[in-house]
Nanobody, 125 residues
């Protein structure tokens, strides 16, 4: 099992920045990738970004490109999501997720086996 704990959410004005953190613990040696998803009220959970552990490669959905950056601290087993130029439509609960399977694309939430509890991000206009 892998445990994931997110932090860093909060309330910010449009144009502002937040950095989310996701600390992993437990059986992390099998982790293939970690990602961030978000879910706004009444909407489906959507992919934001993912980080492939072995190659240090980052993958993004179209909407956050140029605004969000995913990164990691390998020693701390922590993944970060730096969010800049935030917009009101970025308001959502942000979830950290981890997967052991190398098969399939990064966008599919069903391929992630472990999830954090979520952290609320609210962007005011």
């Amino acid at each position: 099992q892998v445990q994931l704990v997110e932090s860093g959410g909060g309330l910010v004005q449009a144009g502002g920045s937040l950095r989310l953190s996701c600390a992993a613990s437990g059986r992390t040696f099998s982790t293939f990738a970690m990602g961030w998803f978000r879910q706004a009220p009444g909407k489906e959970r959507e992919f934001v970004a993912a980080f492939r552990w072995s190659t240090a490669s980052a993958y993004y959905a179209d909407f956050p490109k140029g605004r969000f950056t995913i990164s990691r601290d390998n020693a701390k087993k922590t993944v970060y999501l730096q969010m800049n130029s935030l917009k009101p439509e970025d308001t959502a609960v942000y979830y950290c997720a981890a997967r052991n399977s190398p098969s399939g694309d990064y966008y599919n939430p069903t391929l992630y086996s472990f999830w954090g509890q979520g952290t609320q991000v609210t962007v005011s206009s």
